[in-house]
């Protein structure tokens, strides 16, 4: 069955680089119409999506955020890590990865998600 | 940008119908996913493509999408059913991704 599990430090200082890891199982990134994206969500508000990279490595970023993310997968360890620079204080959240089955042209749902990774950022 | 607009809160007695809406401009042109997400949890996709039901979500829960809205419709609702429910669509000259803000859904 598929899996998504994301890793990554629970605190991290203002200005510093955040490093993420989804380790997923299930498929493989290298079949045709998937992808694994990045989403995040601050304590008791919406979710936000960052970035998501598809088997043909693709890679769209969040509009708001693109200058401050870099996606990257390595499929033969199953795989995506999201990295984020200049962390601030607002971007303490849970931050979770899916997986996209494209459906459309491009997009699709999220059909699978991991359990999140908390992140705060001190200062 | 393109913008989703939801109710902060929908509340219904059990057994009734609830419908989540999700607001945006001709949003008819775009597919909509919707998902529910309780408490400390992660979201489930619970409606895609519109109108489409993952795998073993229940016949309650279905969607629809016209104009400027796009609506969830929980029927027979159930206590379990309390929940936060997001709209979701993909707008490549937006987001690109793009979430509502999330409509708390109360069960009386």
């Known amino acids: 069955q598929v899996t998504l599990r994301e890793s990554g430090p629970a605190l991290v200082k203002a200005t510093q680089t955040l490093t993420l890891t989804c380790t997923f199982s299930g498929f493989s990134l290298t079949t045709s119409g998937l992808s694994v994206s990045w989403i995040r969500q601050p304590p008791g508000k919406a979710l936000e999506w960052l970035a998501r990279?598809?088997?043909?490595?693709?890679?769209y970023y969040s509009t708001s955020l693109e200058t401050r993310l870099t996606i990257s997968k390595d499929t033969s360890k199953n795989q995506v890590v999201l990295m984020m620079t200049n962390m601030d204080s607002t971007d303490t959240a849970t931050y979770f990865c899916?997986?996209?089955?494209?459906?459309?042209?491009?997009?699709?749902?999220?059909?699978?998600w991991g359990q999140g990774t908390k992140v705060a950022v001190s200062s | 940008s393109y913008v989703l607009t939801q109710p902060p809160s929908v509340s219904v007695a059990p057994g009734q119908t609830a419908r989540i809406t999700c607001g945006a401009n001709?949003?008819?042109?775009?597919?909509v996913h919707w998902y529910q997400q309780k408490p400390g949890q992660a979201p489930v996709l619970v409606v895609y493509d519109d109108t489409d039901r993952p795998s073993g979500i229940p016949e309650r829960f279905s969607g629809s999408n016209s104009g400027d809205t796009a609506t969830l419709s929980i029927s027979r609702v159930e206590a379990g059913d309390e929940a936060d429910y997001f709209c979701q669509v993909w707008d490549i000259n937006g987001g690109p991704v793009i979430f509502g803000g999330g409509t708390k859904l109360t069960v009386l």
């Open positions: 001709d949003i008819r042109s775009k597919s």
């Open positions: 899916a997986r996209t089955r494209f459906t459309r042209l491009l997009e699709g749902p999220f059909d699978f």
């Open positions: 990279i598809d088997w043909e490595d693709d890679k």
